[in-house]
């Protein structure tokens, strides 16, 4: 007996569904998962997870911090790279601060919780933070002393020319003094929270200053990587911090280099990239060769 038509369609349909879940559905992951066993993928199946003394302390594919309660560096480890990831290296929020080179005035509330840092002013403050930490100069171009951005709203009679009539130093809240007293004979005031001087007609002018053309802090230092869980730094931001962590752990600093040397990885097939030092695993070899004092 034939099948009508519009029967046949159907479970023709239907033996589709069911050779699809089994393939698809069921065969291929399980395949997956086969092969996420072999012995060598097995780790990086399961996040490459490190374990110490069959507790897991972190995955080498995700940076962490290396702070006291109250954020602040714990100075016998290596740290990290700033990341913009939630509160730091959160994987549910994995992402960037979304900030870029024209991002150089600060908001200055009234309330100073609802106030937000300019990312010229993030990586000021980064800079100096380190340098203070870490024993080298934290100067950068565009920043000021007490680090935040150099950054001047520049008011002339004719809008865009004429003479300067009023300057104010826009990410230094009163009563800050301003980074320079005057410009072009102008005195420079602080800014006063809650207003918008480039709404008002300052023309933003970033001022280089005297600090050197290539900063002693680098720039993985103080700016954060694109998925906020970048678990590495550069070999350069590694060195400057060899000194404070081997007088913390009372190490001699070759030592330190080599165990730095040992955790830092080359370019991802001889070309791509750059150098990278895994912070994690460097700390975890520093806590079992020398132990904190």
């Known amino acids: 007996m034939r099948l009508p ?9 239907l033996r589709a569904v069911l050779v699809f879940t089994v393939l698809l559905g069921l065969a291929y992951p399980l395949a997956l998962v086969a092969v996420g066993r072999i012995p060598g993928l097995d780790g990086r199946a399961d996040g490459s997870l490190v ?6 302390v972190g995955s080498s594919l995700i940076g962490q911090s290396f702070t006291d309660a109250d954020g602040n560096p714990v100075p016998r480890y290596f740290q990290s790279r700033p990341s913009a990831a939630g509160d730091g290296y959160d994987p549910t929020a ?3 601060s979304n900030l870029g080179p024209e991002s150089v005035v600060d908001t200055l509330a009234v309330d100073p919780a609802e106030s937000t840092a300019s990312l010229l002013s993030q990586v000021c403050a980064r800079s100096r933070a380190v340098g203070e930490l870490d024993g080298v100069d934290g100067r950068r171009p565009y920043c000021t002393p007490d680090g935040v951005g150099a950054v001047l709203a520049v008011f002339r009679a004719d809008g865009l020319t004429g003479k300067v009539t009023r300057v104010v ?17 102008v005195p420079v005031e602080p ?3 809650g207003r918008d001087y480039v709404a008002e007609g300052g023309l933003i002018t970033p ?12 720039a993985d230092a103080v700016t954060a990587s694109g998925s906020g869980l970048d678990p590495h730094i550069s070999p350069a931001y590694a060195e400057i911090q060899v000194a404070r962590v081997a007088r913390e752990r009372g190490a001699d600093p070759a030592a330190v280099r ?15 990239g750059e150098p990278a030092v895994n912070v994690l695993e460097l700390n975890l070899a520093l806590d079992r060769e020398f132990p904190a004092r």
């Open 94 to 96: 994995t992402a960037a």
């Open 5 to 13: 038509s519009w029967l046949s369609q159907h479970l023709a349909a």
């Open 258 to 272: 080599k165990l730095v040397a040992a955790h830092t990885s080359g370019r991802a097939l001889g070309f791509m």
């Open 207 to 218: 001022v280089r200053g005297d600090a050197p053309a290539e900063p002693a802090v680098p």
């Open 191 to 193: 800014a006063t929270p």
């Open 169 to 185: 130093s826009v990410n230094q809240a009163a009563p800050a003094t301003p980074f320079v007293a005057t410009w072009q004979g």
């Open 51 to 56: 374990t110490v003394g069959g507790r897991t």
